[in-house]
């Protein structure tokens, strides 16, 4: 009896007197969900990365083996859409600039005939599921709303699109803004000849991208819609020429489309 009274005092706290819990494990629990959330956060973010690689890598090459075009027939399209509406563009600037009733008619034919070209490039891409660059849509809305008339400005002339001239010239013949400003600055014969100048270059440049898809690309359709762009461009090219030289301006350019 007397030992298991001893006993019962070592071990019974004192009244009064609460025990040390030691770590409170609300602290342990709430640090431990944190680490799980902060878990799932990467584990959710890899797996987002891992698809859109996915997409690029595996998905869209299959997407365009079973639609029968490659990455170059679809960079093609958009190349051109964005070479014809800045062609759009710069025929636009015509009307209010040039008194000449050639260069009007040259100027309405070959923004015309652009615009086709982007209608055409932009129905194959659409076809596909494939956006249209914002320039194209702009330079058929140009085009829709007359190319014979005048168009309201701000003096540097109407625009088809930021990215339809944002090739840094020399690129595929594409010109800059400043070369656009500078050309929309002119009237009389000097806008005639600067404007004419530019588009047998600007033409030009477009055979390029035309002539690489005719030779390495895949899709039957693309091929032939740049085939006809550059039969399209070589007969513009020398119609720009011969109203060029009719009016003062240089009459040749030994370029490698002529």
């Known amino acids: 009896m007397t030992s298991q009274g001893s006993t019962t005092e070592e071990t019974t706290p004192p009244s009064g007197d609460v025990p040390d819990p030691g770590p409170t494990t609300p602290s342990a629990y709430g640090l431990g969900r944190r680490l799980r959330i902060m878990g799932a956060v990467l584990a959710g973010g890899l ?20 639609a029968g075009y490659s990455e170059a027939d ?5 190349v051109a859409i964005e070479h014809n509406a800045q062609a759009v563009q710069l025929t636009a600037l015509a009307p ?22 982007v209608g055409e490039l932009a129905a194959w891409l659409e076809a596909r599921e494939i956006p249209v660059p914002a320039s194209g849509r702009e330079a058929l809305a140009l085009a829709e709303g007359g190319l014979e008339t005048e ?34 600055g002119l009237d009389g014969s000097e806008f005639d ?13 477009g055979l390029q991208p035309a002539d ?13 819609l740049a ?16 109203v060029l030289a009719a009016i003062g301006g240089p ?5 490698s489309g002529s």
Do not use: C, F
């Open 251 to 255: 009459g040749s350019n030994d370029g």
């Open 212 to 224: 690489e898809e005719i030779t390495g690309g895949e899709d039957a359709e693309a091929k032939a």
């Open 47 to 66: 797996a987002v990365v891992l698809a859109l690689l996915l997409w690029l890598g595996v998905l869209v090459p299959a997407k365009q083996e079973a």
């Open 227 to 242: 085939q006809s762009e550059a039969d399209a461009i070589r007969v513009e090219v020398e119609d720009v020429r011969d």
């Open 193 to 205: 000849i600067a404007l004419l100048a530019a588009l047998v270059e600007h033409h030009y440049g």
């Open 74 to 78: 679809s960079a093609y399209a958009a």
């Open 96 to 117: 209010g600039r040039s008194t000449d009733d050639d260069v009007l008619a040259l100027a309405v034919e070959v923004g015309e005939a652009s615009a086709g070209r």
């Open 151 to 184: 168009l309201p400005d701000n003096g540097s002339g109407p625009r088809a699109g930021s990215s339809a001239h944002s090739h840094e010239g020399g690129n595929h013949g594409m010109l800059t803004d400043d070369q656009v400003d500078a050309i929309a």
